[in-house]
Structures are given as C-alpha cells and as structure tokens.
C-alpha cells in the first residue's frame, strides 16, 4: 500500500511513542487533530497499525524472574505451505512472543519468555521441539538487555545525549 508522507510521518513518530496525544501528534505532522485521528484509525483498521505497546524493564519489578529465550529452528518446509504452517503451528504457543524467517544456517528464529530457565526448558524439549517438520533447535537465553526495540536500559548521562533519527 502507498501511503503518502504525513502518513509515514505518523507511523514512524507512534512507533517512538504511541501514547502521544494527538493534538501534539497532529503538530508534528502539520495536521488537523481531526485529520491525524481519521488516518490512525484507517492505519488501523487496515492493520498497518497492528498494536500499540509498551517497553518495560523487568529487572526493576520485585521478585519478577522472568527469562527470555531466543531459539533458532531448523525445520523442513511443507510442499504447498513452505514454512508458514510450521510458523503458525509455533507461533500459536502463549510462551512464544515473535517468530522469524531468517537466512543463514538456521530457518526460524523464536523468541520465547517463561517464568525460570526450566520452564523455556520445558518448552523447548516438550513443544517446540516434538512438532512434525522440526529437525534441531539451538536455545540461547538472554543475560541482559542493553537496548531493545530502539530503546537503551539503563542509560547513563552519555546515552541520553544520542539523537536516533530514522
């Protein structure tokens, strides 16, 4: 779908934040208020705007000892379906939070948060790697997050000086 500049415009500024207000939102963009919330609710109900989220460090939440994993499967393709089937069938599992088509030596990339490193454990033996079309997986958990989705943790006087700009 082409869309126009205010509108590329408006998904890169929410995909920043996407609790701003819209009247500051329509400033931005040199638009009405009106006209910002009609293109967000096309963008939406045309699933360009799939969700809106938050990042959040669970590292500062009281006895939170959540784990992430990120898996990489090596799977073979179905006549017809390729990898989709496969993906599906992973990605309808509650634990797993994003799968990927990748190249290189692995096919699927799968990310997965569990409560302790024995229930990803779990998952990985249990699930994930019993499914029809899995061949191998390599498991890899995830110590700390330095920055996440364009977001730094923890940053220090230095980080906050950097300017990101798409």
């Known amino acids: 779908m082409q869309l126009t500049e205010k509108e590329l415009d408006l998904l890169q500024i929410i995909e920043e934040n996407g609790r701003m207000e819209i009247d500051v ?3 931005m963009v040199e638009l009405s208020a009106s006209e910002t919330e009609k293109i967000l609710q096309q963008l939406e109900e045309q ?3 799939v969700e809106y989220g938050a990042v959040i460090d669970w590292r500062k939440v009281d006895n939170f000892e959540g784990v992430t ?3 990489d499967v090596k799977v073979t393709p179905k006549r017809e379906v390729g ?7 992973i990605y309808r599992f509650p634990e797993v939070k994003s799968v990927y088509l990748m190249s290189g030596a692995y096919d699927l990339s799968v990310v ?15 699930k994930l790697s019993t499914l029809d ?3 191998s997986t390599t498991t890899h958990f995830i110590m700390k997050k330095y920055k996440h989705d364009g977001t730094i943790f923890d940053q220090g006087e230095d980080d906050r000086r950097i300017v990101v700009s798409p």
Not at 83 to 89: G, L, S
Not at 112 to 126: C, H, I, K, T
Request: no cysteine; aromatic share 6%.
């Open 25 to 27: 939102l329509s400033k």
């Open 47 to 49: 699933r360009i705007i």
């Open 69 to 71: 994993a990120m898996i």
């Open 83 to 89: 990898f989709d089937e496969i993906a599906k069938n």
């Open 112 to 126: 997965v948060e569990g409560r302790s490193l024995s229930q990803v454990a779990n998952f990985v033996s249990e």
């Open 133 to 135: 079309s899995v061949i």
